[in-house]
Nanobody
């Protein structure tokens, strides 16, 4: 079975908010760096935000001040609160595990969810 599963995606109007969640296996949750990536149609998958085991976070400049990554230990969930959404935030969002905050690239992560679609209308 998959170790990560995203949820919470949907359609929202520009300026609105969405909260994404990723259920993570206990093994992955406790041992790996967790992150969110997104991939818009026709574009490369890009880093959005990550959090390591110490709670240190990193957010891409494009979402700085608007998105916040967090962990819910009790529920083994990785969350991404997205506020002030823009049309350009439209993408398939993935949660991933196994990387390094200093290496915010897809190749640094070994485990991936299937993705959840976020569509922001103008």
């Amino acid at each position: 079975q998959g170790q990560l599963k995203e949820s919470g995606g949907g359609l929202v109007q520009a300026g609105g908010s969405l909260r994404l969640s990723c259920t993570v296996s206990e093994h992955a949750f406790s041992r790996y760096v967790l992150a969110w990536f997104r991939q818009a149609s026709g574009k490369e998958r890009e880093f959005v935000a990550g959090i390591d085991r110490s709670g240190m976070t990193r957010h891409a400049e494009s979402v700085q001040g608007r998105f916040t990554i967090s962990r819910d230990v009790a529920e083994n969930k990785l969350n991404l609160q997205m506020n002030s959404l823009k049309v350009e935030d439209t993408a398939l969002y993935y949660c991933a595990a196994g990387g390094n905050l200093k290496v915010p690239t897809p190749r640094a992560y070994n485990f991936w969810g299937q993705g959840t679609q976020v569509t922001v209308s103008p």
